[in-house]
């Protein structure tokens, strides 16, 4: 019995082949999940960027009047949010066109790009809007690929180090550029990760689909999972835009289940925890905490949730 089967008490799960749950499942689940790793590190780390003497006086801020000062930190902070909604519809495309792992290959390149002109923009605020641009279309297309796997207590801590052990713009280069140590990740991950049997079997490929299941699966070809898995996928497979979107809006439980995520979705929006995300070091400085002391409460907020 393989060890998830062991931590997760499931009666299906244990009619099914043990070899299915080794180690590759794991891999492939841990490189894609960097996606989204990578929209939780800028949720983390530029509000505290924001708010750094360095960052402020590179760019400018320090000498606005408050509500300019509000513009721009907000404008710099929203760029790469609609980097995201534009990265997430065009990632559909590509993803159905090339394949999963090209489109996120795309997804983590695109991200490493546009935090590279982030960090060289020093001081023009043009440069760093489209490097903030360039990023979101690279983080949103991740998003919407990998499971939402957000980690944003690492990235408190990054602003809280570089703030107390470097000078100049360094403090503020340091934690953007180290937004893309998960896209790296991502990107060497996959390259060792098979493409996707589901959409290889949507192109007919079937062959190739079949060698992806076994090698995944660690079962042999003739194995009567892998034929199971390869039927459930031409079934799947047959079916297009508006058979999907029938079966989930018609189908009282799909629908039920549709209404819920969406339901969910705007609710936790409509909480203002973005608020809190992105701009808590701003609410701690306004409270009249120093800037040097202001990420200890912050990430104090990121534990508790």
């Given at each position: 019995?393989?060890?998830?089967?062991?931590?997760?008490?499931?009666?299906?799960?244990?009619?099914?082949?043990?070899?299915?749950?080794?180690?590759?499942?794991?891999?492939?689940?841990?490189?894609?999940?960097?996606?989204?790793?990578?929209?939780?590190?800028?949720?983390?780390?530029?509000?505290?960027?924001?708010?750094?003497?360095?960052?402020?006086?590179?760019?400018?801020?320090?000498?606005?009047?408050?509500?300019?000062?509000?513009?721009?930190?907000?404008?710099?902070?929203?760029?790469?949010?609609?980097?995201?909604?534009?990265?997430?519809?065009?990632?559909?495309?590509?993803?159905?066109?090339?394949?999963?792992?090209?489109?996120?290959?795309?997804?983590?390149?695109?991200?490493?790009?546009?935090?590279?002109?982030?960090?060289?923009?020093?001081?023009?605020?043009a440069a760093l809007y489209v490097g903030r641009l360039v990023a979101g279309l690279?983080?949103?297309?991740?998003?919407?690929?990998?499971?939402?796997?957000?980690?944003?207590?690492?990235?408190?801590?990054?602003?809280?180090?570089?703030?107390?052990?470097?000078?100049?713009?360094?403090?503020?280069?340091?934690?953007?550029?180290?937004?893309?140590?998960?896209?790296?990740?991502?990107?060497?991950?996959?390259?060792?990760?098979?493409?996707?049997?589901?959409?290889?079997?949507?192109?007919?490929?079937?062959?190739?689909?079949?060698?992806?299941?076994?090698?995944?699966?660690?079962?042999?070809?003739?194995?009567?999972?892998?034929?199971?898995?390869?039927?459930?996928?031409?079934?799947?497979?047959?079916?297009?835009?508006?058979?999907?979107?029938?079966?989930?809006?018609?189908?009282?439980?799909?629908?039920?289940?549709?209404?819920?995520?969406?339901?969910?979705?705007?609710?936790?929006?409509?909480?203002?925890?973005?608020?809190?995300?992105?701009?808590?070091?701003?609410?701690f400085l306004n409270l009249g905490i120093p800037p040097n002391k202001d990420y200890?409460?912050?990430?104090?907020?990121?534990?508790?949730?």
């Open positions: 019995m393989g060890l998830l089967q062991k931590v997760v008490k499931n009666e299906a799960m244990k009619q099914d082949p043990p070899q299915i749950y080794g180690w590759k499942v794991f891999f492939l689940s841990a490189s894609a999940c960097f996606g989204g790793m990578l929209f939780g590190w800028d949720i983390g780390s530029i509000g505290g960027i924001l708010v750094m003497p360095s960052f402020m006086k590179a760019y400018g801020i320090a000498n606005l009047s408050a509500k300019d000062k509000a513009n721009l930190q907000s404008n710099i902070v929203s760029t790469l949010q609609g980097g995201c909604f534009f990265g997430s519809l065009i990632a559909y495309y590509i993803a159905d066109r090339w394949g999963r792992k090209p489109a996120l290959l795309i997804a983590s390149m695109v991200t490493m790009i546009g935090i590279i002109i982030q960090c060289s923009s020093d001081g023009h605020v690279g983080v949103g297309a991740a998003s919407m690929l990998t499971p939402l796997y957000v980690r944003t207590m690492l990235s408190f801590w990054t602003n809280y180090g570089t703030l107390g052990n470097l000078k100049g713009n360094a403090q503020w280069q340091v934690p953007l550029a180290l937004q893309a140590l998960p896209a790296l990740a991502l990107f060497f991950g996959l390259v060792l990760c098979n493409e996707s049997p589901r959409w290889l079997a949507r192109q007919d490929n079937w062959d190739k689909a079949t060698i992806v299941l076994t090698r995944l699966r660690n079962l042999p070809v003739d194995h009567e999972y892998i034929h199971m898995e390869l039927e459930e996928r031409l079934l799947i497979g047959g079916a297009s835009f508006i058979d999907l979107q029938k079966e989930m809006w018609l189908i009282k439980g799909n629908r039920n289940r549709a209404l819920t995520s969406i339901g969910l979705m705007i609710c936790q929006q409509m909480t203002g925890t973005n608020a809190i995300n992105y701009y808590a070091p701003l609410i200890s409460p912050q990430a104090s907020t990121a534990s508790s949730k």
